[in-house]
């Protein structure tokens, strides 16, 4: 799936989320060099039997959970781009039963790209620093 398209068929109201998107999603497919996205789907709140959490990323299934309530869109945007870190280590063929694992590199590698990519966009868009939580 092309960001484009993730875009069109993931629209919601709040135009500024979508908005906020359509600048993310190519920013984020750029630093970590993919071309496609995995399946994305938005919750209230995301149900893992491990231990609470923003968001996962189904290995194997290529599918990417994110939750939407009472969150900033920034951190939205952060979990986005944690998971799309496992998708790429996906794609490499990296992922193994413990790679979710609190302190395992690929969980590790996940946090720090994360970062990397919500810094790259705050610094070209610091304007949505100033939204509201959804």
Known sequence: MRAKQFIVEGAQENSNVVEMFKKFLPLAMKILEIDSLPKMVFVTNVH???QPT???YKHGDKI???ALTNRHPND???TVAHELTHYKQDIKD???DNSG???SPE???ANATAGVIMRHFNKQYP???KSSPL
């Open 94 to 96: 990296e992922l193994n």
């Open 54 to 56: 923003f968001g996962s």
């Open 76 to 78: 939205i945007l952060r």
């Open 101 to 103: 694992m609190t302190g």
């Open 48 to 50: 893992d039997t491990e």
């Open 64 to 66: 990417l959970q994110v």
């Open 107 to 109: 969980e590790n590698e």
């Open 127 to 129: 304007e949505y620093l």
